[in-house]
């Protein structure tokens, strides 16, 4: 795959973070990824070099993919709040079983204990916090959420609850994790969003 298209690319990718899900970034080798998309693992190594080779253009890619999915995905929902649940909720349907979560969270220990996968995290995490902001602020302007909210600190919160909501639906395991983080992002914004007597 040297040289190889960036749809080729994907292919890999996507296969990586599947195999993550199932067994974690420690079981993942070039073999077992190399397997899932029809290559040798030879392949792989000439183009990623190493299997830290390849989580790392994984992490790369995936910063990128936030980036690009925050400015193209508002244009699929009639409202910036709607927009921001479909932000917020549809990356956690890939998570449906506390395993997988753990798996996907065992790589984020990674990217807090080694500096160059922390790079790519924080990427990750300034994108959406700006996509978020983004979406709280259009909020405002049209009318959605009430006159004088701080969309800088509700957008924190907003990235604090996705987190935490997760951890927790690990721990307890109570209905499906994209419906857990979605009623919590429901309750917070439920005091900021505009009545309807305030509207008429």
């Not at 795959?1 to 080729?8: E, H, I």
């Not at 989580?55 to 244009?75: I, Q």
């Not at 990217?111 to 978020?132: K, N, S």
Request: neutral net charge.
């Amino acid at each position: 795959m040297s040289g190889g298209t960036p749809a080729a690319a994907r292919v890999v990718f996507r296969s990586a973070a599947e195999v993550i899900g199932r067994v974690g970034p420690a079981g993942l080798t070039l073999a077992v990824v190399a397997r899932e998309v029809g290559l040798v693992p030879g392949t792989l190594v000439q183009r990623f070099g190493s299997k830290r080779g390849l989580l790392l253009a994984l992490a790369e890619r995936s910063a990128k993919d936030t980036e690009a999915r925050s400015g193209t995905g508002r244009a699929a929902h009639e409202s910036a709040l709607g927009a921001l649940a479909a932000l917020v909720v549809e990356p956690m349907a890939l998570m449906d079983a506390p395993e997988t979560y753990a798996n996907h969270l065992a790589f984020l220990c990674i990217d807090l204990t080694d500096p160059e996968f922390r790079r790519h995290a924080l990427a990750i995490h300034q994108a959406q916090g700006r996509a978020v902001e983004g979406l709280l602020a259009e909020a405002l302007r049209t009318g959605e959420l009430r006159a004088g909210t701080d969309v800088g600190a509700l957008a924190g919160s907003v990235q604090a609850i996705t987190s935490g909501a997760g951890l927790l639906w690990a721990l307890d395991r109570r209905g499906a994790l994209a419906q857990r983080v979605r009623a919590e992002l429901d309750h917070l914004l439920s005091p900021h969003r505009r009545s309807a007597t305030e509207e008429s």
